[in-house]
């Protein structure tokens, strides 16, 4: 099975004030979902964005 982890394994994951989490988007390389959440940080919300790795499945 061809899951979007392999295809596109860096997320966007935006943790808001009381800790919970909301994936944003999924990239193919870091440095695109680093542009990403940088661009949404600079819209003046106070909100974490983080970068993750998505978990390969077998």
């Known amino acids: 099975m061809n899951d979007g ?4 394994p860096w997320l966007v994951v935006r943790q808001d004030d009381n800790g ?3 994936r944003v988007g999924a990239y193919a390389t870091r440095a695109e ?8 940080d ?3 919300h ?3 964005y ?4 998505a ?3 077998t």
């Not at 979902?33 to 949404?40: N, Q």
């Not at 983080?50 to 790795?53: A, G, K, M, P, V």
């Open 5 to 8: 982890a392999n295809r596109l």
């Open 20 to 22: 919970n989490r909301y």
């Open 33 to 40: 979902a680093e542009r990403r959440a940088e661009m949404l």
């Open 42 to 44: 600079q819209r003046g």
């Open 46 to 48: 106070k909100q974490l």
């Open 50 to 53: 983080l970068i993750e790795q």
């Open 55 to 57: 978990a390969k499945r």
